[in-house]
């Protein structure tokens, strides 16, 4: 698909009535499609060694791998090994700005972001055109499987600036043909009133806002507007409940922002196998565990300018082998969350979402939206009852009685979804801090 010239700035045109965005991958016969993997790795490799790439040239002579000729493709793949996002941010330190992991010049970039730094200093991301084009392509596969065609109007509330994943899921949506309609993540009630003002003249045919979804139905209602008149419609995604865990969509923008995308006939998501070996691996042997079981979701890139070898995310994928009756042909993988969220209390391990997932069950607390914290248990609180502060819904007053009721179904909720026992502390409306993006729902005391 050539981008050259003004006129062919997106893909060619697709008959929207065709199964797949790229049925010549999508549907490649899966030797085939292990081959063109094969010649991609190796080239990475080759690439990694004669650029060279000082950080991925000493992790293969550290396995002895000295020249191209040493490497034996996807069967040598687990000599290689692991690089995690410390690695990088170590590069960074030594060599500012940019470290000594890149494959390309900065300069033959045309984008940058900065990872939000979440959990630690924040790397920076280059992407080439090529790079991009990757992203993007992929992202339309996910998009054509979810019965999305070019022609819909699309809105979605993502961070910029020097962050830069607004930026690729507004230029991945244009590629694609959607109308993108971008407005400003709800840090604040007047920004999300902005959005929400906005969709009621615009109303966009796919609402999804993905982590700030829930702030724009609490704006909403203390304005008055109905989300329905917004667009705004909680819609679940083909996919999503099939199997444990959740479909392996993203590994990051600091990796692969569109690396699967689930068909909804089976669980997982459906990988973008030409352009990434996606492993579940023991992080103890570098091994890959057995289908279907949890190891870390480990990723190499094949095919892009700036690429990454055996990158550990640090979270939990299961990767499943066998065939789908969607017919598509590639492997699928689930995500089980990062293994740094994870709450280790009286002897069980679980992520916050699953929480999450108890409490929405209870009413009295999730109305118009869920707001809740959990304090992490320090190691000598570890066998006590686990704190979780949760907020009244609007309009439940705090009557002494009616609390009791709301704490102890709260209770009973996690008790029964995490075998746990929970101290509920209701709040009123309005006191866990809001964020525009991501809320944190683990706080330390
Ligand atoms: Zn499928």
Known sequence: ???????????????????????????????????????????????????????????????????????????DLHRIPLTVKQDLRDSEAELPPWGDY???????????????????????????????????????????????????????????????????????YEYFGFLNIWVPPPDTDELAEQGLR????????????????????????????DPLDAGLEFKGLP?????????????????????????????????????????????????????????????????RDNGLLRYDLEEACAVLRGPCECGETSIRALWGGRFKDLVAVQGKRFQPSELETALRQVGGVSEPTLEWQLVRPRPDQAGEPLVVRVERSEGSGADRLHDEDIASRCAAAIREALSITTTIELLDRGSIPRSGYKSSRVVDQ
Not at 40 to 47: F, G, I, N, T
Not at 199 to 218: A, H, L, N, Q, Y
Request: glycine share 14%.
């Open 102 to 172: 890149r494959f390309t010049s900065p300069r033959q970039a045309v984008r940058l972001g900065t990872s939000t730094g979440t959990t630690g200093d924040p790397t920076i991301s280059i992407w080439t055109r090529r790079d991009l084009w990757i992203e993007y392509e992929s992202a339309a596969r996910t998009w054509w499987r979810f019965g999305h065609r070019p022609g819909m109007i699309v809105t979605h509330a993502h961070p910029a600036y020097l962050y830069g994943g607004g930026a690729m899921l507004s230029g991945a």
């Open 198 to 225: 906005f969709w009621t003249k615009v109303k966009p045919d796919i609402p999804f806002m993905g982590f700030s979804t829930g702030r724009f139905f609490e704006v909403a209602a203390k304005l008055g507007i």
């Open 1 to 75: 698909m050539p981008l050259d010239g003004p006129e062919v700035l997106g893909p060619t045109p697709r008959d929207h009535s065709q199964a797949y965005w790229d049925p010549a991958v999508q549907t490649m016969d899966p030797e085939q499609l292990h081959g063109l993997q094969d010649r991609r790795l190796k080239e990475l490799v080759a690439r990694a060694l004669g650029t060279p790439v000082p950080l991925f040239g000493r992790k293969l002579r550290s396995a002895g791998i000295e020249s191209p000729e040493d490497f034996g493709g996807i069967a």
């Open 239 to 303: 996919g999503f409940g099939l199997g444990k865990g959740m479909p392996l969509m993203t590994a990051g923008a600091e990796c692969y922002a569109y690396v699967g995308g689930p068909c909804g006939q089976s669980p997982g998501a459906h990988l973008c196998e030409d352009w990434a070996i996606v492993q579940a691996v023991d992080p103890e042997t570098g091994r890959e565990v057995p289908e279907g079981e949890w190891g870390n979701l480990v990723v190499t890139t094949l095919d």
